[in-house]
């Protein structure tokens, strides 16, 4: 499988610091900042810093550094949110959409963390 990425997506911009964001929390190989437009009280997006379009394209190609950097940023996100399961009732959702079926909006991997509401089921019929 040959994945295209496109350095001129959104995100690549805000990781070239072209475009502003409000940065959650950042890290050597990965940045997390909210959603422009939030699903949820707390709606952080979490991004590896190199050019990756999907989660199967990082967890294919990506060094273990940045694979450990990436998963232990989502860790601390949680952390920094105070949303770990456990805590008054909090939780959370990770989704990360791919491609068209996926409805994949912007072509660099990025993680959803949803929390700070009830989230209701997984899915929902198409
Ligand atoms: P996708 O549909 O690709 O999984 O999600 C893309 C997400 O990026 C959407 O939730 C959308 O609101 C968010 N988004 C799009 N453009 C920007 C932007 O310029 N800044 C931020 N912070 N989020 C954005």
Known sequence: MAYAYDDQNIFAKILRGEIPNNTVLETEHSLA???????????VLVIPKGPYVTYDHFAAEAS???????????????AK????????GMGYRLISNAGEAGVQEVPHL????????????????A
Do not use: N, W, Y
């Open 33 to 43: 900042f909210r959603d422009i437009a939030p699903q949820a009280p707390d709606h």
């Open 81 to 88: 949110l105070g949303i770990e399961p456990g805590t008054d």
């Open 110 to 125: 990025h993680i959803h963390i949803l929390s700070g509401r009830p989230l209701g089921r997984m899915l929902q019929k």
């Open 64 to 78: 273990d550094a940045e694979i450990a950097d990436f998963t232990r940023a989502i860790a601390q996100v949680c």
